[in-house]
């Protein structure tokens, strides 16, 4: 891709364009190493209920920080293994080593049981990855899995997809809809998909002094209730953000407020820290 879009360019001289491919490659292998070398590392965002005060799931989110480059952004991390081939291999180490955490978030506090995955639309059906996120679901009984799925891979929803995500789904896998609200979602993406969780993007609560956007948060939690669907607003970022959502009638949440994804040795910390006023206040 980069080659072409320096062709179409026409512009840089040849030296350029060399270098700037080599850096791509170079940046390849080093993502292609760190998968394959199992060095994936993850962050945990907690997912709240705003009333209760209390987390109830974790997000896991991608991480890696090469000792040279510094960190790379998880959706250059996922456009590169989705590139070389390696998109299942990253999903596999997420899943596994995010399960892993939650067994040890779950002993700390037994009301955080759910661990939240992002997996691209297509995954669910490939033949290697659908039955293996149902036997890591097996094998974690007591951990509520969740696969988040990317709202913009929604536009191609086929018959034979969604027969995959409802045979998940009674494999006990528990399906969100992410970022909806990003882009222009479809509202025909909330009839064709099967799903028990919907997340609110962030981009649809950028002004809640603007009546159209309250109204339309206001109506998702009315779609979610009546479905028994649980809706979580994300990039919840201040107090008055929350304030206002919980006017609108929403009790589910992820944001900077809330908490900042953070690594594992610090997401225990956090949970201890919060246990222990827990156990204070009663
Ligand atoms: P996402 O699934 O919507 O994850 C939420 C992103 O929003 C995270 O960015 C998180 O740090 C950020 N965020 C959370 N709260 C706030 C807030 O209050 N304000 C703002 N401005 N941002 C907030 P992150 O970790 O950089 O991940 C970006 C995206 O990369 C994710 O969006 C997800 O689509 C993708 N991604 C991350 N990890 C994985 C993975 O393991 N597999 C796949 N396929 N995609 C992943
Ligand atoms: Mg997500
Ligand atoms: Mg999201
Ligand atoms: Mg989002």
């Not at 536009?155 to 992410?178: F, H, K, P, W, Y």
């Not at 956007?213 to 970022?237: K, S």
């Not at 900042?260 to 827990?278: E, F, G, H, V």
């Amino acid at each position: 891709q980069v080659k072409r879009s320096r062709r179409q360019g026409g512009h840089l001289e040849e030296s350029s364009v060399s270098v700037s491919l080599h850096r791509s490659t170079r940046t390849n292998d080093i993502v292609a190493r760190a998968i394959r070398g199992n060095r994936l590392s993850l962050a945990f965002q907690p997912i709240v209920s705003i009333e209760r005060g209390s987390i109830w799931a974790f997000e896991a989110l991608v991480r890696y920080v090469d000792p040279e480059l510094g960190p790379i952004s998880p959706p250059s991390l996922v456009a590169r293994a989705k590139s070389l081939g390696l998109m299942n291999e990253l999903t596999q180490q997420v899943i596994t080593k995010a399960l892993e955490a939650a067994e040890q978030f779950r002993r700390l506090e037994p009301d955080i049981d759910c661990m939240t995955v992002n997996i691209e639309l297509g995954q669910i059906s490939e033949a290697e990855l659908g039955p293996f996120i149902r036997a890591a679901a097996a094998a974690h009984p007591d951990i509520r899995l969740c696969i988040e799925l990317n709202e913009r891979s929604l536009r191609s929803v086929t018959d034979d997809l969604r027969r995959d995500a409802e045979a998940m789904q009674e494999a006990g896998v528990i399906i969100a809809l992410d970022d909806y609200g990003s882009d222009d979602s479809p509202v025909g993406a909330l009839v064709r998909f099967p799903m028990n969780i919907l997340k609110i993007d962030k981009s649809l609560i950028s002004d809640l002094e603007d009546v159209r956007q309250r109204e339309v948060i206001r109506a998702l939690q009315g779609f979610g209730d009546n479905l028994q669907h649980t809706v979580v607003v994300e990039g919840i970022e201040n107090r008055a953000m929350a304030d206002v959502l919980v006017e609108l009638g929403v009790r589910d949440a992820q944001g900077y407020y809330f908490g900042r994804p953070l690594p594992l040795a610090q997401t225990l910390d956090r949970i201890r820290r919060s246990s222990t006023q827990a156990t204070l206040r009663r």
